[in-house]
């Protein structure tokens, strides 16, 4: 069995989007921090959730090489 690039690549990705969407969050903590501690926590748990999204089809891709399974 030939090992496949898809793996490393896809790990590589899911630290890229997770960096990049730190880094944007980051850039918005003046503006986050002006907010209520409420409407903090409910920014900051949307944000650390919403890395999840891309995860699905990235992660079907490493494994069959499509971003969506094939239907059945």
């Not at 907010?35 to 650390?48: A, E, N, R, S």
Request: proline share 8%; aromatic share 12%.
């Amino acid at each position: 069995m030939k090992p496949s690039w898809r793996k490393p690549a896809g790990m590589l990705a899911i630290l890229a989007i997770i960096g990049g969407l730190a880094a944007l969050v980051g850039s918005f903590s003046a503006e986050i921090g002006n907010l209520h501690p409420i409407l903090q926590g409910i920014v900051y748990v949307f944000c650390g959730l919403i890395w999840i999204a891309p995860l699905k089809p990235l992660l079907s891709w490493m494994e069959t090489g499509r971003f969506r399974r094939p239907f059945k």
